[in-house]
């Protein structure tokens, strides 16, 4: 797997648009780099700025971005309300794949030793690239902000990392470092009064408040781990605000995160009326939220990850302030290529015009695992029918559980809708490879076999996930809605379908695999799955028919 980081600059500019486009210019301006978000604030003056890569182009599109920001911004007439200290204040970088966070940090390091010695910019690092535990972290370094750092720039122990230690009263200072994911998160009240907005914060941040007792100063920690906070008014919006980081959404969620705000402002007598993320968002973050939300309504959360997400958004209000588009705002969205689900993006006529014409994909592999996602889309509607019929209220997290499974498994086998057809393609590039001489006989020979055992693979994987779905389905007719029953007895023809479907591809494309030995152990276990599922069928027809009764 390719090395992959995320970097998530703050600029401080939110209201000149041409501006702040100069600065993203830069970032798109480097080959292997998408520029994923860009996120400006008017009231914080302040741009949050997403872009992803490898390394390497990720840190040569942040120097030139640290860079062109310095040469745009003015910090000297610089006024927001978020906490600043230079043109770009902050710029983190995140891993995503295929690299570890030691190895992060040493790219961040590089970085800034490269805006220290070219741009004459004074550098700290923070995080896991601070090799100082006593200076990593964000708020304490930037403690004092623009307007004090003129004089805590020539105290020894705040000498910069990289670069002079003069304060450039133009750009300011940069803080550069590696981190876990953030999630940015600010919740909305209905006061404008900063001061019991902060009450709040210091209510649910981890760092708590300094209180008096007995005479003695004592920290009385906040009721979050692994969150930051302050309150805030926002002119834009004319309310105050809890700002979040939300540190660590393992220990925090942002469904957690929400509730606890919620409960804490009602307790001094203040309402939230929504929230509103800024910058990217994990997908599992929104859609573990959604199941949250749904669960308290005693509601089943077998749902589409689209519904999960609506939930989610419609629960914490995130809309409030503007739309909310996931497709700008979940990173698994931003980063996803179109071509990965071509098929399973089109309506239905495309996708039954596409399989009919005269190209040879998609075939009876894609069909195969679109049969089985339908045979257990069928079952886990009987599951959410279940769970919200009238009279089998002390069901309802039963089958809301028998509708999670039966979602997941949907999920996988729309995913290998694309991946057969993917498959078919790799294997018609490799044929197409050279083969004019010994060299590139043996590339393409190699290339062939790769291919053919990935075209092998993926029917396997259809085979298997919608033999797991019999469960499901057989579970659905056994103890669903009796008016369902026959959706569940459809959904088994489809799995069964699938299976035999796939199994058929799995051996067309190991028949001429040269691995014998592994040929006949697929085949072998392809032939069981087959019997089990031409037999579960019967069962589950048995039943079906059974209720139905004619």
Same mark, same amino acid.
């Given at each position: 797997?390719?090395?992959?980081?995320?970097?998530?600059?703050?600029?401080?500019?939110?209201?000149?648009?041409?501006?702040?486009?100069?600065?993203?210019? /830069?970032?798109?301006?480097?080959?292997?780099?998408?520029?994923?978000?860009?996120?400006?604030?008017?009231?914080?003056?302040? $741009?949050?700025?997403?872009?992803?890569?490898?390394?390497?182009?990720?840190?040569?599109?942040?120097?030139?971005?640290?860079?062109?920001?310095?040469?745009?911004?003015?910090?000297?007439?610089?006024?927001?309300?978020?906490?600043?200290?230079?043109?770009?204040?902050?710029?983190?970088?995140?891993?995503?794949?295929?690299? $570890?966070?030691?190895?992060?940090?040493?790219?961040?390091?590089?970085?800034?030793?490269?805006?220290?010695?070219?741009?004459?910019?004074?550098?700290?690092?923070?995080?896991?690239?601070?090799? +100082?535990?006593?200076?990593?972290?964000?708020?304490?370094?930037?403690?004092?902000?623009?307007?004090?750092?003129?004089?805590?720039?020539?105290?020894?122990?705040?000498?910069?990392?990289?670069?002079?230690?003069?304060?450039?009263?133009?750009?300011?200072?940069?803080?550069?470092?590696?981190?876990?994911?953030?999630?940015?998160?600010?919740?909305?009240?209905?006061?404008?009064?900063?001061?019991?907005?902060?009450?709040?914060?210091?209510?649910?941040?981890?760092?708590?408040?300094?209180?008096?007792? &007995?005479?003695?100063?004592?920290?009385?920690?906040?009721?979050?781990?692994? =969150?930051?906070?302050?309150?805030?008014?926002?002119?834009?919006?004319?309310?105050?605000?809890?700002?979040?980081?939300?540190?660590?959404?393992?220990?925090?969620?942002?469904?957690?995160?929400?509730?606890?705000?919620?409960?804490?402002?009602?307790?001094?007598?203040?309402?939230?009326?929504?929230?509103?993320?800024?910058?990217?968002?994990?997908?599992?973050?929104?859609?573990?939220?959604?199941?949250?939300?749904?669960?308290? /309504?005693?509601?089943?959360?077998?749902?589409?990850?689209?519904?999960?997400?609506?939930?989610?958004?419609?629960?914490?209000?995130?809309?409030?302030?503007?739309?909310?588009?996931?497709?700008?705002?979940?990173?698994?969205?931003?980063?996803?290529?179109?071509? +990965?689900?071509?098929?399973?993006?089109? &309506?239905?006529?495309?996708?039954?015009?596409?399989?009919?014409?005269?190209?040879?994909?998609?075939?009876?592999?894609?069909?195969?695992?679109? =049969?089985?996602?339908?045979?257990?889309?069928?079952?886990?509607?009987?599951?959410?029918?279940?769970?919200?019929?009238?009279?089998?209220?002390?069901?309802?997290?039963?089958?809301?559980?028998?509708?999670?499974?039966?979602?997941?498994?949907?999920?996988?086998?729309?995913?290998?809708?694309?991946?057969?057809?993917?498959?078919?393609?790799?294997?018609?590039?490799?044929?197409?490879?050279?083969?004019?001489?010994?060299?590139?006989?043996?590339?393409?020979?190699?290339?062939?076999?790769?291919?053919?055992?990935?075209?092998?693979?993926?029917?396997?994987?259809?085979?298997?996930?919608?033999?797991?779905?019999?469960?499901?389905?057989?579970?659905?007719?056994?103890?669903?809605?009796?008016?369902?029953?026959?959706? %569940?007895?459809?959904?088994?023809?489809?799995?069964?379908?699938?299976?035999?479907?796939?199994?058929?591809?799995?051996?067309?494309? %190991?028949?001429?695999?040269?691995?014998?030995?592994?040929?006949?152990?697929?085949?072998?276990?392809?032939?069981?799955?087959? /019997?089990? $599922?031409?037999?579960?069928? /019967?069962?589950?027809?048995?039943?079906?028919? +059974?209720?139905?009764?004619?």
């Amino acid at each position: 797997m390719q090395p992959i980081i995320e970097c998530v600059p703050n600029f401080s500019e939110g209201s000149d648009l041409q501006l702040i486009r100069q600065i993203t210019d /830069q970032v798109e301006s480097v080959d292997g780099v998408r520029l994923l978000n860009v996120d400006p604030g008017k009231a914080t003056n302040r $741009t949050v700025v997403t872009f992803v890569g490898h390394p390497d182009a990720v840190i040569e599109a942040a120097f030139r971005a640290i860079q062109k920001a310095g040469e745009l911004i003015d910090m000297s007439k610089h006024k927001g309300e978020h906490p600043r200290m230079g043109a770009t204040d902050v710029c983190p970088l995140i891993p995503i794949a295929g690299i $570890t966070m030691e190895e992060t940090a040493a790219f961040a390091q590089k970085l800034a030793k490269r805006v220290g010695e070219e741009l004459s910019i004074p550098v700290y690092l923070y995080e896991a690239a601070q090799p +100082d535990k006593s200076r990593n972290n964000l708020s304490v370094i930037r403690a004092g902000e623009y307007e004090g750092f003129f004089k805590k720039i020539k105290e020894p122990q705040w000498k910069p990392d990289y670069g002079p230690a003069e304060f450039d009263a133009k750009r300011g200072g940069t803080v550069i470092g590696a981190r876990d994911f953030l999630v940015a998160y600010n919740v909305n009240l209905n006061t404008t009064s900063t001061r019991r907005a902060n009450a709040v914060a210091f209510d649910v941040r981890e760092a708590g408040r300094n209180v008096v007792i &007995n005479g003695e100063k004592v920290n009385q920690p906040g009721s979050l781990k692994s =969150v930051k906070a302050i309150g805030w008014f926002i002119e834009e919006y004319g309310v105050a605000q809890i700002s979040m980081n939300l540190t660590n959404i393992n220990i925090t969620p942002l469904h957690i995160a929400f509730d606890e705000v919620c409960k804490k402002a009602d307790a001094r007598g203040i309402r939230v009326t929504g929230s509103e993320l800024v910058g990217l968002v994990p997908l599992k973050s929104l859609t573990d939220a959604g199941r949250y939300f749904l669960r308290k /309504q005693k509601r089943s959360t077998g749902v589409s990850e689209k519904e999960l997400i609506k939930i989610a958004v419609k629960s914490m209000g995130l809309d409030e302030l503007g739309p909310f588009k996931s497709e700008e705002r979940i990173i698994e969205y931003m980063l996803r290529l179109p071509a +990965d689900s071509k098929l399973v993006n089109m &309506n239905l006529s495309a996708f039954a015009d596409e399989t009919a014409s005269e190209s040879p994909a998609p075939g009876g592999g894609s069909i195969s695992a679109y =049969v089985g996602a339908l045979g257990v889309s069928l079952a886990t509607m009987v599951a959410n029918l279940s769970s919200h019929k009238k009279g089998w209220d002390e069901r309802w997290e039963e089958f809301s559980d028998w509708a999670e499974k039966g979602e997941a498994l949907k999920n996988e086998l729309i995913r290998l809708v694309d991946a057969d057809t993917k498959a078919f393609n790799k294997i018609m590039e490799a044929f197409a490879l050279p083969k004019s001489s010994e060299a590139e006989k043996a590339i393409r020979t190699q290339a062939i076999q790769e291919a053919t055992r990935f075209a092998i693979d993926i029917p396997f994987q259809v085979m298997q996930a919608s033999f797991k779905s019999l469960e499901v389905i057989k579970a659905m007719a056994e103890t669903g809605n009796p008016n369902s029953v026959s959706d %569940a007895g459809v959904g088994a023809l489809c799995a069964r379908a699938a299976v035999m479907g796939a199994f058929m591809n799995v051996r067309i494309n %190991a028949a001429g695999y040269p691995d014998k030995e592994f040929v006949e152990e697929i085949v072998s276990k392809g032939k069981e799955i087959e /019997q089990k $599922t031409i037999a579960l069928e /019967q069962e589950i027809l048995k039943v079906v028919n +059974d209720k139905i009764g004619l």
